[in-house]
């Protein structure tokens, strides 16, 4: 059983690993073409913040924001395969940032093409997130075998 869930493991986390190894080999100078798209979904993004909250997002290069997300999906997919909660939280950490900002539905109407086929990527991310989640939720419901040998049964006094 350890050994299927650690198969199962694997394969979930190729996503992530897959699309950071893809990041990192195109990421250059000026943090490739993931920088080049994520721009102005950033941008978009940053005027309904700072339209809806009044406060204003902070100036930085947008290849900051890539490399993040290249080192969230590497280091927690490395944790994620060996079971560690802590990877789990690194790759929800970077599903919660990336998800709004990279399937933007929200900025289309129903019936242009690109709504769908945002939406539909925003709910793959929403089942990733959701599979992180369920990881996290049983990794902490599941007792813990304690390290100290078994309590010596009380004498009965009479």
Do not use: C
Request: charged share 15%; glycine share 8%; no cysteine.
């Amino acid at each position: 059983m350890a050994f299927l869930s650690f198969i199962g493991r694997v394969l979930f986390v190729s996503v992530f690993v897959f699309s950071a190894w893809q990041e990192f080999n195109d990421f250059g100078v000026n943090g490739g073409s993931a920088a080049t798209a994520l721009t102005p979904k950033f941008n978009v993004l940053s005027k309904h913040f700072t339209t809806h909250t009044g406060l204003q997002i902070p100036e930085f290069e947008i290849k900051f924001l890539v490399a993040g997300a290249i080192a969230l999906k590497a280091l927690g997919s490395f944790l994620f395969i060996f079971g560690s909660t802590i990877g789990a939280t690194l790759l929800i950490l970077h599903q919660l940032i990336a998800t709004p900002i990279l399937y933007d539905f929200y900025n289309y109407d129903i019936e242009k093409k690109e709504f769908l086929q945002l939406f539909i990527k925003f709910t793959q991310s929403l089942a990733l997130l959701g599979g992180l989640l369920f990881f996290v939720g049983m990794k902490n419901s599941i007792p813990r075998r304690s390290s100290t040998t078994k309590k010596a049964a009380k004498t009965k006094t009479t």
